[in-house]
């Protein structure tokens, strides 16, 4: 059974820092890439990360750019999300993707609060 948890969110004051896991297991994780996603209530799912399934390859949205770093241990099976100078607009619930060709799992989401 497919399974990703995340884990590692809550809540932050502005300019704080948090950092994300997400493991996976069922599925030979070291030959999928890796995505973070993000989204608010009534908003479409974001990406903001991802990482190509050796890690090689690594591409951020320009609104975490700078802020935020994925990274993968593939001996784990985990993906990482370390957000650092976090905003009040990074809060929303935070969700793990694994893709590879037509095959795709998500999380269940982890909450991320920036706020004073």
């Known amino acids: 059974q497919v399974q990703l948890v995340e884990s590692g969110g809550g809540l932050v004051q502005p300019g704080g820092s948090l950092r994300l896991s997400c493991a996976g297991s069922?599925?030979?994780?070291?030959?999928?890439?890796m995505r973070w996603y993000r989204q608010d209530p009534g908003k479409e799912r974001d990406l903001i990360a991802h990482?190509?399934?050796?890690?090689?390859?690594?591409n951020y949205a320009d609104s975490v750019k700078g802020r935020f770093t994925i990274s993968r241990d593939n001996v784990k099976n985990t993906v990482y999300l370390q957000m650092n100078s976090l905003k009040p607009e990074d809060t929303a619930v935070y969700f793990c993707?694994?893709?590879?060709?037509?095959?795709?799992?998500w999380g269940q989401g982890t909450q991320v609060t920036v706020s004073s």
């Open positions: 993707n694994a893709a590879r060709f037509t095959s795709s799992y």
């Open positions: 069922g599925f030979t994780f070291s030959s999928y890439a």
């Open positions: 990482i190509s399934s050796a890690g090689g390859g690594i």
